[in-house]
């Protein structure tokens, strides 16, 4: 198993401004996810956390609005630039330890931009 | 990634057995069926996985058809705290791709 740490658990911010997520596990895990989840829908992956190199962005999501470190197997940073109210949402940090195992999840990060 | 199609929300009453059935027409050989379950305000957990027939654990079973195109959850006598958004997954890469869910809602 694997306990993810995600800080903060909230935050309302000024649009135009910039919030970054820290995504902190107990374990070394090859593989890490961001995702966003807006109210009562589902999850929608953001791109996968690559440890060493750049993060793989999904499509509709570019690095210069959610850029994305992956400094070591632990740890991981999201950050939501220039933020507009349309960037409210709920964003989560997931980790396979393998490819065979079950996805583990944060408890999310509640974003209100005003 | 194979699409999953299921039903948008259900309802139930405690001690009811619920099944949710997923679509999953155009899976391919090396998918596997993996359901995940979603409290409010907490990210989705594991709930059970499953290649073809029946699995099944302390939480739920599975049932996998031989065609694989579909595969059915089931929750023996539901409590109130079963009330949650049920996820259906077929996937054998390392990412998952969620769709729309169930809303399971469990009435006393």
């Known amino acids: 198993s694997a306990v993810i740490s995600q800080k903060p658990s909230r935050d309302i911010c000024q649009r135009g401004t910039s919030l970054t997520i820290q995504c902190q596990v107990d374990s070394q895990v090859t593989m890490m996810f961001w995702y966003r989840q807006q109210p009562g829908q589902s999850l929608t992956l953001i791109a996968t956390a690559n440890q060493g190199s750049e993060a793989t962005y999904e499509s509709g999501f570019v690095i210069d609005k959610f850029p994305i470190s992956r400094p070591n197997l632990t740890f991981s940073t999201l950050t939501v630039s220039n933020m507009s109210p349309e960037d409210s949402s709920i964003y989560l940090c997931s980790v396979r330890p393998t490819v065979n195992t079950e996805a583990f999840f944060g408890q999310g990060t509640r974003l209100t931009v005003v | 990634l194979a699409k999953t199609t299921q039903p948008i929300s259900m309802d139930s009453y405690e001690g009811q057995e619920v099944n949710i059935t997923c679509s999953h027409n155009?899976?391919?050989?090396?998918?596997?069926i993996t359901w995940y379950q979603q409290f409010p305000s907490q990210g989705p957990r594991f709930i059970i996985q499953?290649?073809?027939t029946k699995v099944t654990n302390e939480v739920a079973s599975l049932f996998i058809p031989a065609d694989r195109k579909s595969s059915t959850l089931s929750l023996p006598r539901v409590s109130l705290s079963d009330t949650a958004v049920y996820y259906c997954l077929a996937l054998n890469t390392d990412k998952l791709i969620f769709g729309t869910g169930t809303r399971l809602q469990v009435f006393p």
């Open positions: 155009n899976i391919a050989t090396n998918d596997y």
């Open positions: 499953g290649y073809k």
